[in-house]
């Protein structure tokens, strides 16, 4: 799609004025407001580079403010069905956060079932003034507390338990079809790598015949198959380590 410069200008240049420096982002209401340009329209013309604009990084693990979690769960059940990867990028840039962490955390979010003890224990402890971080710690959730508040507020407590969560707004690569070997594949290259950050996606792309954003996004879906090997793969290591450290033990005897 090809989209004229100057619009991509002057875009950019209503995203900088409507740019809120404390919460670190654009308000596009105001910017299509301004510009009389659908949300949608605005988003597909905007470059974050060109308006000098800094995208944010927010990991699964780290917490994200609420209002952020809000307004993507808002923006992606109004304005997508099914979510492709191109919505996915147009969401990351209504909100200003990196779209494959968009999706990490929402997956998180749709994943998460609230129950109705677990809605009573929190309605107990929110009555009882404690702060959230306490409360994820006492429920023993499993989960951050911006997911577990963020449950929490947008659960009605007659129909806890009953509602169920549309996930087609979560799917990830719908054109694309995995086969078992090539999620095996996909494992056992990224256990190759100790540190997220260093992962060679052009090499393991060309290896496995996806493109990298795809084989990014797998890698999410693959997320507990990864955490059970490197557990075990640490587990193997260690009882390697002990084996061989009383094996030299053994060897040395007792000194005369």
């Known amino acids: 799609m090809h989209i004229p410069l100057e619009l991509v200008y002057r875009v950019g240049y209503a995203a900088r004025k409507h740019y809120n420096t404390r919460t670190c982002r654009v308000n596009w209401e ?4 301004e510009l009389r340009i659908p949300i949608i ?6 470059d974050a580079r060109q308006a000098g604009i800094p995208l944010r990084r927010l990991p699964e693990s780290h917490e994200w403010p609420v209002e952020d979690i809000v307004a993507l769960k808002q923006f992606t059940e109004t ?3 099914h979510m492709s990867v191109y919505d996915w990028e147009l969401s990351g840039k209504y909100i200003n956060i990196d779209h494959s962490d968009c ?3 929402m997956w998180a979010v749709s994943k998460f079932q609230m129950t109705p003890m677990l809605f009573d224990e929190i309605t107990d402890y929110r009555q009882a003034g404690l702060l959230w971080p306490t409360i994820c710690h006492k429920t023993m959730c499993g989960c951050p507390p911006d997911i577990l508040r963020v449950a929490y ?15 087609a707004q979560f799917s990830i690569s719908k054109h694309q079809h995995w086969t078992k070997d090539e999620d095996n594949k996909l ?19 060309k290896t496995i015949g996806h493109s990298k954003n795809a084989c990014r996004y797998r890698r999410i879906l693959l997320r507990p198959r990864l955490n059970e090997r490197q557990s075990a793969d640490a587990e193997e290591n260690l009882s390697d380590t002990l084996t061989s450290a009383s094996s030299r033990t053994a060897g040395r005897g007792t000194p005369i």
């Open 153 to 167: 507020m947008s659960t009605n407590r007659s129909k806890v338990g009953k509602v169920k969560r549309p996930k």
């Open 103 to 105: 999706i990490a955390k």
């Open 187 to 205: 494992v056992e290259l990224l256990l190759q790598y100790d540190n997220k950050s260093d992962v060679d996606w052009n090499f393991i792309s």
């Open 41 to 46: 329209g605005c988003l597909e013309c905007f």
């Open 30 to 33: 105001m910017v299509s407001k």
């Open 79 to 81: 304005n997508f069905q």
